[in-house]
C-alpha cells in the first residue's frame, strides 16, 4: 500500500466533471481500492468519503469501478475502518 495524496477528475454518465482528492489506497483480497473525499462546498458532506475499486482494462487504462458486491464492501469498509483506528491510535501515541 502506497500513501498517495493527489486529485483526480472523475466524470458521470451525463458528462459532469467532478474533483476528488485521493487520501488513501487500500490493498484488500490483491485488490487495490482508492478512497477519495469530494471537495468541501455546499454538496460536500464532511464524514463522506468514496471508496472505489482500481482495475486496468484491456487497453492498459486505469479504471474505476463502484463496489456492487455487499461482501466485498463490507470486507473494503473493515479495512478503511481499521486503517483510521490505527492512524488515530498513533497520533494519540504521539500527542
Known amino acids: ?35 477519495l473525499l469530494p471537495p468541501e462546498g455546499e454538496d460536500a458532506e464532511v464524514d463522506e468519503a468514496v471508496i472505489l475499486r482500481l482495475e486496468v482494462d484491456e487497453n492498459g487504462e486505469e479504471v474505476l469501478y463502484d463496489i456492487e458486491d455487499d461482501e466485498e464492501w463490507d470486507r473494503v469498509s473493515q479495512a478503511w475502518e481499521e486503517r483510521m483506528e490505527q492512524e488515530f491510535d498513533e497520533w494519540d501515541e504521539e500527542s
Open 1 to 35: 500500500m502506497e500513501d498517495r495524496e493527489n486529485t483526480i477528475v472523475l466524470t458521470d454518465e451525463d458528462g459532469d466533471e467532478y474533483e476528488f482528492t485521493v487520501i488513501d489506497v487500500l490493498d484488500v483480497d490483491d485488490k487495490e481500492y482508492l478512497v
